[in-house]
């Protein structure tokens, strides 16, 4: 630490590639909680502190749901595993606050790209299907405006606390995943995976992906962040046609 002016904090196992398992979200919850941990240690021990620190977190914890209002910082939080594992996570980032670093925190939505993430599991299959009825809000961001996000927390020496990082326009997983096959040049068939199938494959975690929560971009965008990909359709072109 006695090098660095700045910490950014992206540590923890993904939480939609394996099945949850109690072991696997043991996985999910301490290699969040215990990378921070780590990182309040080595930042209290050091002679010559960093200034600032920028951490991760998620728009799950304010919950999967399908309200339509729009979810702001200030909003409840949820109470399923996720929103606890985030909950969790978040109160260790503000042990590190502590210590007196400029802390912001980036509650990050769905990162749309090519390879990796929420795109490749929805376009995985031959044919591309929303999941349920498809009415679930996902509340998305290209991957090059959270990266310049994170660059915009980290330059802004007057950014400090917590900020949705999702793009100012949330979709319905029908939309976005009609929108994502017909960028990419896949089939879609508007008839939703059945949610008891989904449940039936995926266990507990079927309810991310059934839920959903249309997050609010507001906070950051008055704080001067400027987006390059506000809107979904330009977003999924540039990703698929570089």
């Given at each position: ?167 100012p326009n ?16 896949k089939p ?55």
């Amino acid at each position: 630490m006695e090098w660095a002016d700045a910490i950014i904090h992206l540590a923890g196992a993904g939480v939609a590639d394996k099945r949850w398992t109690e072991e696997r979200k043991k996985l999910i919850l301490e290699s969040r909680t215990k990378s921070t941990q780590l990182i309040y240690k080595a930042v209290a021990a050091a002679t010559n502190q960093p200034d600032t620190l920028i951490s991760a977190s998620a728009v799950g914890v304010y919950g999967f749901n399908t309200y339509t209002d729009l979810i702001e910082e200030s909003s409840p939080e949820g109470n399923d595993f996720l929103a606890n594992v985030v909950k969790a996570w978040e109160a260790e980032v503000k042990k590190i606050e502590s210590l007196h670093l400029r802390t912001v925190i980036l509650r990050i939505g769905i990162v749309l790209d090519e390879h990796g993430g929420a795109l490749g599991e929805m376009l995985k299959p031959a044919v591309a299907a929303p999941l349920g009825n498809g009415d679930q809000w996902m509340s998305w961001i290209h991957i090059e405006d959270l990266a310049k996000m994170f660059v915009f927390a980290l330059e802004k020496t007057t950014l400090q606390g917590v900020f949705n990082a999702v793009s100012p326009n949330p979709a319905t997983n029908f939309r976005l995943t009609q929108e994502a096959a017909r960028a990419k040049g896949k089939p879609f068939i508007g008839i939703g995976v059945p949610a008891f199938l989904l449940r039936l494959i995926l266990g507990e975690m079927a309810e991310m992906v059934l839920g959903g929560n249309r997050v609010s971009s507001s906070k950051i965008q008055k704080s001067g962040f400027e987006y390059e990909f506000p809107i979904l359709i330009p977003a999924l072109k540039d990703i698929f046609h570089r």
